[in-house]
């Protein structure tokens, strides 16, 4: 669907953006590297759509890996960010929208009482190991393989959507003194703890590697297994935080860690994370206690009027109808492209989907941890399926490993939409089978 745009191409913008850029992005998942192709350039957003510079309309499945919730250009977000930027944008002193969002998360996520706002999602994971570390006096971590923590140098281990897509087994640059004292641990097993360990942390929803639910008694098994170690827990909520429910997943499996993570839904789509927990822990921070955490733009007061417009805004009710919406969603993808031939699994947890596709006749089952997904994401039939719907105007996450994002601009329509041009992009990924 093409709109007057006359802006240039995307081949132009993006062999533009490769001479300054490196790769021709600022983000490895954004580029097409695990799909093939040139990536298309975004000119503007509107509800559920993505429009390129050529005019192209997407339905936008990707939704900033989940940072926005409302859709694209949510006037109440526009509003916010609006008033609070006619006000100025940062003062490197106290404000009031610090303390809304800051009431917000806390009166939302149970047992969570104090938080400590910082820019980016990577910024909460590594602050919260500094954190732990200075509480217990443990250097220990153990993460889990498959999840993703952002790319703290000490979290760059084994690795999550980003460094699984690429392949790699970490980075380069991660020094080996950097992980040395990270444990990383299959999915859905409760490890061995010992009085070595600071932290265990994990997402209580992986959603880094596709969509892998805790099976019952794994999160219940952390718990017990940190507190008979003297280890804290840490629920990594910068996806689930806020998106399976006010309270996320602490709420939805009833399991409290020590301290939490977040981002992504709480900046409204501008820079946010937070860390936080218990006073008597978070205390523990500059400038009262003894661990050192600062920011320059921290508790920015556009990001987080956009963030306190967004969480205002939600209610029970749209919780309610995301995860309904999902369900019908997951299964009739699921449906519409198993008809073709090519092997699939989706599932949803509140408003999240998985969806994962493979070889036609394989049947690699639901997964239960990274090895479990990688089995799927080794087909070619992800990047196949993914370039024929694109075709057809629907934008998924360029790479295997990623959720769909269904927002609250995400109708009944538009997920209709969605499956139909699935049915079919799916069958013409079969016709072309070799
Ligand atoms: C996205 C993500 C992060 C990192 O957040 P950034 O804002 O990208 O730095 C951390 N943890 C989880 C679970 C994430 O999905």
Request: proline share 6%.
């Amino acid at each position: 669907m093409a709109e007057a745009g006359g802006r240039g191409t995307n081949e132009e913008w993006f062999a533009r953006a490769r001479r300054v850029l490196p790769g021709g992005v600022d983000s490895p998942v954004r580029s097409f590297a695990s799909v093939g192709g040139t990536p298309f350039t975004v000119a503007r957003g509107e509800g559920p759509y993505v429009f390129d510079v050529e005019g192209t309309r997407y339905l936008d499945l990707v939704q900033s890996y989940g940072a926005v919730l409302l859709g694209h250009a949510h006037p109440v977000v526009l509003e916010a960010i609006t008033r609070a930027a006619a006000s100025g944008s940062t003062f490197g002193m106290p404000t009031p929208g610090e303390v809304l969002l800051a009431e917000d998360i806390c009166a939302r996520v149970p047992g969570c009482e104090r938080v400590r706002l910082v820019s980016s999602g990577t910024e909460a994971a590594m602050s919260v190991l500094r954190l732990a570390r200075g509480l217990t006096g443990r250097d220990r971590i153990v993460k889990f393989d498959g999840c993703y923590h952002g790319h703290a140098d000490a979290l760059l281990a084994g690795g999550g959507s980003g460094v699984a897509m690429l392949g790699l087994p970490g980075s380069a640059g991660v020094s080996a003194a950097a992980v040395a004292d990270t444990l990383v641990v299959p999915y859905n097993e409760v490890p061995e703890l010992d009085d070595t360990v600071a932290c265990v942390i994990v997402e209580p929803l992986a959603a880094n590697m596709s969509l892998v639910a805790p099976e019952p008694g794994f999160l219940e098994g952390l718990r017990a297994a940190c507190d008979a170690a003297g280890a804290l827990l840490v629920f990594d909520e910068v996806i689930s935080g806020f998106r399976l429910g006010p309270g996320g997943a602490t709420e939805r499996y009833g399991v409290r860690p020590d301290l939490w993570c977040f981002g992504k839904v709480i900046g409204g789509g501008l820079p946010v994370g937070a860390f936080g927990g218990r006073a008597e822990l978070t205390d523990a921070l500059a400038p009262g206690g003894p661990v050192y955490q600062a920011g320059t733009l921290s508790g920015n007061p556009l990001a987080t009027a956009a963030g306190h417009a967004v969480l205002s805004h939600v209610d029970a009710g749209d919780y309610r109808r995301l995860a309904d919406r999902a369900v019908r969603f997951a299964t009739a993808l699921g449906e519409a492209i198993g008809a073709s031939g090519l092997s699939v699994w989706t599932g949803s947890v509140g408003p999240l989907v998985g969806l994962l596709v493979g070889d036609p006749g394989a049947a690699p089952g639901a997964p239960r941890d990274l090895e479990g997904v990688r089995a799927w994401a080794s087909s070619e039939a992800h990047r196949r399926l993914f370039h024929e719907l694109l075709a057809r105007g629907v934008a998924l996450a360029p790479g295997p490993y990623e959720v769909l994002f269904p927002g609250l601009a995400h109708e009944e329509r538009h997920l209709d939409a969605v499956v139909q041009a699935a049915g079919e992009a799916a069958a013409s990924v079969v016709a072309a089978w070799t």
